[in-house]
Structures are given as C-alpha cells and as structure tokens.
C-alpha cells in the first residue's frame, strides 16, 4: 500500500481493521512485534527511542493539517503535513518516534543528529521500516525531511531497495510521487 500526494487512500476515510497498542499508539497488527522489537533493541543500546505517533484516523489528520495550515500557510503545510487521505498514518503502517535524551528535537530537523535519530537511520532497516522522508528523495516524496517517520515495508522490501539501490516506494514500484496533489 503505497499512499502519497499522487495516491490518495480509496475510501479517503479508511481505517484498518487489525489496529493493536505498542507503546500507547494503535498500529497495525504486522509491525507490532518488529516496532517492539525495534524499540527494545534501541533501548538495549542506551538508546532512547520512544514513539510519538501511530495511527491517525482521517478526521484527526484534517485537524493535524488544519493546524500546519493556520500556522505555515497551505503551500508550506503540504510539505510537512499529508491533508487527510494522503496521509501514511492513516494506513496504520506509519509511526513516529521521538528522542528522550533531546526532545526539544521531537518533530524537528534537529531529531537527526540526536542519538536516537542517527540510530534510526543506522537500524530502521533491520526491522523493516524505512526512514520514508529524507532530503534526498524529497523531490520524489513531496514532503521535507522527516527523520522521525518510519514506514514498516517488512525486511525483504528494506533489503530489495537496497539491492536496487531505491529509496523510495515509489522509485521502487513505478509509482507517481511529487510535491503536488493531484
């Protein structure tokens, strides 16, 4: 399920139906155990890696965007915020996670160069998620970096775009991406 600017959700108010609790956020029931794993590994590390965000329903991502939107103006609000529909944490395959040694860094650009964001850049993959939003595949994505959203894809999919040297969903399967809403 790739869903971006281009490839809205079909219905726009989907919801998954196997949502569970990791760490107080509902995701879906397929990286329960890899996020717990995840978070376990990072913590076992003196990392600490802590989730932020999970699921969003749509009517909370119109709220998540409305507010981007009152505060950057819609043209700078798209690029940091998915409108409902469009938004990977409406899949339940999203999360974000957050820093506990600098979270004056949570949701900010700064998030990278925390312990916990250079962690995540190092180690996402061998649990199967993505960094899905980088400087590097903005163009593609539509979004500004985001070192915090990760993208559960499974280990196989991580290891098949790095075999192909891909960064994106959409570079992967030939999909449109971009900085519009179609």
């Known amino acids: 399920m790739v869903v971006n600017k281009a490839l809205p959700l079909v219905p726009g108010d989907y919801a998954p139906t196997d949502l569970v609790v990791v760490g107080g956020y509902e995701v879906r029931a397929a990286l329960a155990d890899p996020l717990s794993r995840m978070l376990a590994a990072a913590a076992a590390e003196g990392v600490g890696l802590e989730l932020r965000s999970g699921f969003r329903s749509a009517a ?7 507010d981007w939107t009152g505060r ?3 043209p700078r ?3 940091v915020s998915a409108r409902p529909g469009h938004s990977e944490h409406q899949t339940g395959l ?4 957050g820093s506990s040694s600098a979270p004056a860094c949570d949701f900010e650009a700064c998030f990278e160069q925390t312990a916990e964001g250079r962690w995540v850049a190092a ?10 939003y980088t400087a590097a595949n903005q163009a593609v994505t539509g979004y500004a970096p985001e070192g915090w959203h990760l993208r559960y894809v499974g280990t196989d999919l991580v290891a098949e775009m790095r075999a192909r040297g891909v960064t994106t969903l959409e570079e992967l399967f030939g999909l449109p991406g971009g900085p519009d809403y179609r």
């Open 60 to 66: 909370y991502q119109e709220q998540v965007h409305a």
């Open 72 to 74: 950057l103006g819609e």
């Open 77 to 79: 609000a798209d690029e």
């Open 94 to 97: 999203a999360v974000d996670v």
């Open 123 to 132: 180690r996402a993959g061998e649990f199967g998620f993505l960094v899905r």
